[in-house]
Nanobody, 127 residues
């Protein structure tokens, strides 16, 4: 089992910034990718960004490219999502997740490719 604990959500004005954190613990040795997703009521969980376990490769949804940055602290087993130039449409519950599939499979971009999920953290961007 892998446990994921997210933090850093909150309320911010449009154009502002937030940084989300996700700390992983437990049996992480078979983990290959860490990702961030977001979800609004009535919609499917949407891919935001992902990084290989080593942090050497990163992937982004087109909607956040150039505004969000995913990074990883290997020593702390923690992944971060730095969000800048936030827009009201970024409002959602943000989840971090771990996949045991290699990034080369492309599974990182779909929620079905992930094995473990955090509890989620609310991000609200006001206009």
């Amino acid at each position: 089992q892998v446990q994921l604990v997210e933090s850093g959500g909150g309320l911010v004005q449009a154009g502002g910034s937030l940084r989300l954190s996700c700390a992983a613990s437990g049996r992480t040795f078979s983990s290959r990718v860490m990702g961030w997703f977001r979800q609004v009521p009535g919609k499917e969980r949407e891919f935001v960004a992902a990084t290989s376990w080593s942090g050497g490769s990163t992937y982004y949804a087109d909607s956040v490219k150039g505004r969000f940055t995913i990074s990883r602290d290997n020593a702390k087993n923690t992944v971060y999502l730095q969000m800048s130039s936030l827009k009201p449409e970024d409002t959602a519950v943000y989840y971090c997740a771990v996949s045991q599939l290699p990034a080369s499979t492309g599974a990182y971009s779909t929620h079905r490719g992930y094995n473990y999920w955090g509890q989620g953290t609310q991000v609200t961007v006001s206009s």
